[in-house]
């Protein structure tokens, strides 16, 4: 069963935000969220991770709800290069190392 | 220059032959995996990795086996080839010692059965 949902397809005009959704209402209280993308068929590039708190680094912003039950990632202003399919991944740290991919979300940057 | 290097990035091959997928890093990580990809898939887990001594299963071992030649060479063999096993094959590291479970990815290669 999958533990994350997210759209399938999205598009976003370049220099906007781009703000993808996950769901992941199972998750449990030692799991983590992990975002990755893959740009055309390139090796996935790790971009966030974080537990509770709203997470920022120099990719880009994660916000999670208060209950845990879905976040956000947040790509400030997205370039033609950020067109990649974008996972949502939930794991505990340590313990069970799969790191399950689902389908994504493909992300066409519109120039 | 990449830290983590996966050789050959494309093969054709026929069924019933042995082939080997080779990846090496330069991160210094103890931890290593290989996963694959089908068309509009996301990865698959096929084994990992911990250290040169541990060889772990993942979700679709059947028809694969691994090396683990030393702790910057992980190898990927398919003993007899099939066509279902045409795919893209990523190798992945990660340091054991984060507290965290970031995994870095090579380039891919392109592996074609037929």
């Known amino acids: 069963d999958a533990k994350t949902t997210q759209p399938p397809s999205m598009d976003c005009a370049e220099g906007r935000a781009a703000n993808l959704p996950c769901n992941h209402s199972?998750?449990?209280?030692?799991?983590?969220v992990y975002w990755y993308r893959q740009i055309h068929s390139q090796g996935p590039q790790y971009i966030i991770h974080g537990l509770k708190n709203n997470e920022t680094n120099e990719m880009a912003s994660l916000i999670i709800t208060e209950d845990r039950k879905s976040s956000t990632l947040i790509l400030p202003h997205a370039t033609l290069r950020d067109t990649a399919v974008y996972y949502c991944i939930v794991k505990e740290n340590f313990g069970n190392e799969k790191l399950t991919f689902g389908t994504g979300t493909r992300l066409t940057i519109i120039p | 220059d990449a830290d983590v290097t996966q050789t050959p990035r494309n093969r054709i091959t026929k069924t019933g032959k042995r082939i080997m997928l080779e990846c090496s890093q330069t991160k210094g990580h103890d931890r290593m995996y290989w996963y694959r990809q089908d068309p509009g898939l996301g990865l698959r887990l096929i084994y990992y990795s911990f250290d040169v001594k541990d060889i772990n299963k993942g979700e679709i071992s059947d028809g694969y086996s691994v090396s683990r030649q030393a702790q910057a060479k992980f190898s990927l063999s398919l003993e007899s080839a099939i066509p279902n096993q045409t795919a893209l094959y990523f190798c992945?590291?990660?340091?054991?010692?984060?507290?965290?479970?970031?995994?870095?990815f090579g380039p891919g290669t392109r592996l074609t059965v037929l």
């Open positions: 199972t998750i449990s209280g030692n799991e983590y």
């Open positions: 992945a590291t990660s340091w054991g010692g984060e507290r965290t479970d970031t995994q870095y």
